[in-house]
């Protein structure tokens, strides 16, 4: 069975350019989570999704952040521009009950 | 406020030494606890626990929960070069929020 999926797997990009991140997640997990790492810290969530509904998206900085998932399977995280401080992997998790696995992650880098 | 606390927040060994990594938390209607591997980008699942006393184990690695004391541990014996990688901690409370601590980084050494 495939696992979580993320493309791309690396990202290079000039500040305010925009970005998009794609995350396919394990067949029939209905919550599918984004998170950014900072190095040398743990995962921060930026948004939960249970099926197409977005219920947590309190820390997501909805200035330059979005994201969707379109009909409760896939789901892309936009940031439009981007900053310096953007720096960081992107991570998308899904998860059934309580169990939840990550994708290979996106290292994103602004210069 | 829902939090993880990881310590410590680096280890160095050498091979075959024993080591143990630990997790407190303070979480709303506690549910379940998960240790993860990350050695590059993705964390990789190592256990989940929800039971006080019950002792989760893998090979040469195990974890325990203590609910009343809000802890866990990670143990790891006879060490290889390939355990060194963060390992992180994280916390899901009644929001279905899965939180995370900063992680602890070992590095085993021949």
């Known amino acids: 069975e495939a696992g979580v999926v993320q493309s791309p797997r690396y990202k290079i990009i000039e500040k305010k350019q925009p970005v998009a991140f794609w995350c396919n997640p394990i067949?029939?997990?209905?919550?599918l989570y984004w998170y950014r790492q900072n190095l040398g810290q743990g995962p921060e969530l930026l948004i939960r999704?249970?099926?197409?509904?977005?219920?947590?998206d309190s820390q997501l900085p909805k200035d330059r952040f979005s994201a969707e998932r379109l009909k409760g399977v896939d789901s892309t995280l936009k940031i439009q521009p981007a900053e310096l401080g953007d720096s960081a992997v992107y991570l998308c998790?899904?998860?059934?009950?309580?169990?939840?696995?990550f994708g290979q992650g996106t290292r994103l880098t602004v210069v | 406020e829902d939090k993880v606390v990881q310590s410590p927040l680096s280890l160095v060994v050498h091979e075959g030494d024993t080591v143990t990594l630990n997790c407190s938390y303070e979480?709303?209607?506690?549910?379940?606890l998960l240790w993860y591997k990350q050695e590059k980008k993705a964390p990789t699942f190592l256990f989940m626990l929800?039971?006080?006393?019950i002792e989760k184990k893998s090979g040469r690695l195990s974890s325990i929960l203590d609910k009343k004391e809000l802890f866990s541990i990670l143990n790891i014996t006879a060490t290889q070069t390939g355990d060194s990688a963060v390992y992180l901690c994280?916390?899901?409370?009644?929001?279905?929020?899965?939180?995370f601590g900063t992680g602890t980084r070992l590095q085993v050494f021949p």
């Open positions: 998790a899904s998860s059934f009950r309580d169990l939840a696995f």
């Open positions: 067949s029939g997990h209905n919550t």
């Open positions: 999704y249970e099926n197409e509904e977005a219920v947590d």
């Open positions: 979480v709303t209607n506690f549910r379940s």
């Open positions: 929800t039971s006080s006393g």
């Open positions: 994280a916390v899901r409370g009644n929001t279905d929020k899965l939180i």
